[in-house]
């Protein structure tokens, strides 16, 4: 979720045409960079893959599941799967070879230090057309484009696996036991945005606490004592 996150906000970065948004897409992937260099990441979500195989080609037959849609979704797992496992060594490992990125990556840690003078090269860059600028770093972000599609992918799934139901927060809060015997991996909430709640969850394999906090205006967040509808879904 964290790698999705980067990506997106990545992606939203190189849509503008303003140095300082390219500026921010650079930081941005660094941090992707950082984190998928993690030697064990590929090889868990090809894990998961196969485990989302298994689980819908066990769907065959049955007469209430589309064979068409069936397909579908398996074929999309294998192309995942497959661009995935084709890359060699660590994800990225090409662009940390790239002396001009390493100078300006080394940089970005110290207050100021991408500024014109300590990075001239990286000044320059910034001069050139936002085109040429968009299409540095596509190239660059082309790097991980197996590993977003694959995290899109495998989000979505589970993101669209549970059912939702409306609950209550009695109070501000509420607390429900968890089916035996079964294992979530994600909680969703949705709710009216206009009532200016965050929610703060705590939970096990057993029970889920969900308090909902107003943020007050110094920025600290108080808990409700209203009753408020929402709406929960666990995914697993």
């Known amino acids: ?60 037959g049955n007469p209430s599941i589309s064979e068409q849609a069936l397909d579908l979704i398996v074929e999309q797992l294998d192309q995942r799967f497959e661009a995935l496992n084709s890359m060699v060594g660590k994800m990225g490992s090409a662009l940390s070879e790239s002396e001009f990125l390493n100078s300006i990556r080394s940089r ?3 207050p100021g230090g991408t500024c014109e003078f300590d990075l001239p090269a990286y000044h ?12 540095n770093l596509y190239a660059w972000s082309q790097h991980f484009s197996p590993l977003a599609t694959s995290i899109q992918l495998m989000l979505k799934m589970l993101r669209e696996s ?33 009532l200016n709640l965050t929610p703060e969850i705590s939970c096990n394999r057993l029970l889920v606490v969900i308090r909902l906090m107003q943020q007050q205006e110094d920025g600290k967040l108080l808990a409700s004592k209203e009753d408020t509808p929402f709406e929960m879904t666990l995914c697993a």
């Open 1 to 60: 979720m964290r790698l999705q996150h980067l990506f997106a906000r990545f992606n939203k970065l190189c849509q503008r045409t303003e140095a300082l948004d390219h500026h921010y897409a650079l930081t941005t992937l660094f941090e992707i960079m950082e984190v998928a260099s993690r030697s064990e990441l590929k090889s868990e979500i090809l894990k998961d893959i196969e485990r989302h195989k298994q689980q819908l080609n066990a769907y065959r």
């Open 108 to 110: 970005t840690a110290i």
């Open 124 to 135: 320059a860059w910034q001069h050139h057309t936002p085109a040429a600028r968009q299409a």
């Open 162 to 194: 549970g059912s939702t139901q409306k609950v209550m927060a009695t109070g501000g809060q509420l607390q429900q036991n968890l089916p035996q015997g079964r294992n979530f991996q994600l909680l969703r909430l949705r709710m009216d945005d206009s």
